[in-house]
């Protein structure tokens, strides 16, 4: 079974930043297809940003420019690089991933997600 844990969110003040870290075990190789979601209180979740295995990536409009998505295929690891954090970036943020690019929208498997709070 393929499973995602996430690490390293935790609460911070604005304008800070915070480095996510989300670890893939029980597959065979890196994932093809791996990424964030966040989902904040009362919200639906929404896309953050995602990676390819060789390096192709998306970033919705309100992180861009502020997030940075990398991977270590040889870790099976993606990480979310957040800076410039904002009280409206308080979420549970969630990996995940597919086996292929074609099958991360329909069936991606997840995380169990990490909070991130941005407040005074």
């Known amino acids: 079974q393929e499973q995602l844990v996430e690490s390293g969110g935790g609460l911070v003040q604005p304008g800070e930043s915070l480095r996510l870290s989300c670890v893939a075990s029980?597959?065979?190789?890196?994932?093809?297809?791996m990424g964030w979601f966040r989902q904040a209180a009362g919200k639906e979740r929404e896309f953050i940003a995602s990676?390819?295995?060789?390096?192709?990536?998306n970033y919705a409009d309100s992180v861009k420019g502020r997030f940075t998505v990398s991977r270590d295929n040889a870790k099976k690891t993606v990480y979310l690089q957040m800076n410039s954090l904002r009280p409206e970036d308080t979420a549970v943020y969630y990996c995940?991933?597919?086996?292929?690019?074609?099958?991360?929208?329909?069936?991606?498997?997840w995380g169990q997600g990490t909070q991130v709070t941005v407040s005074e």
């Open positions: 990676m390819t295995l060789f390096g192709h990536t």
């Open positions: 995940n991933a597919a086996h292929s690019v074609s099958t991360y929208t329909s069936n991606p498997y």
């Open positions: 029980g597959v065979i190789s890196s994932p093809p297809m």
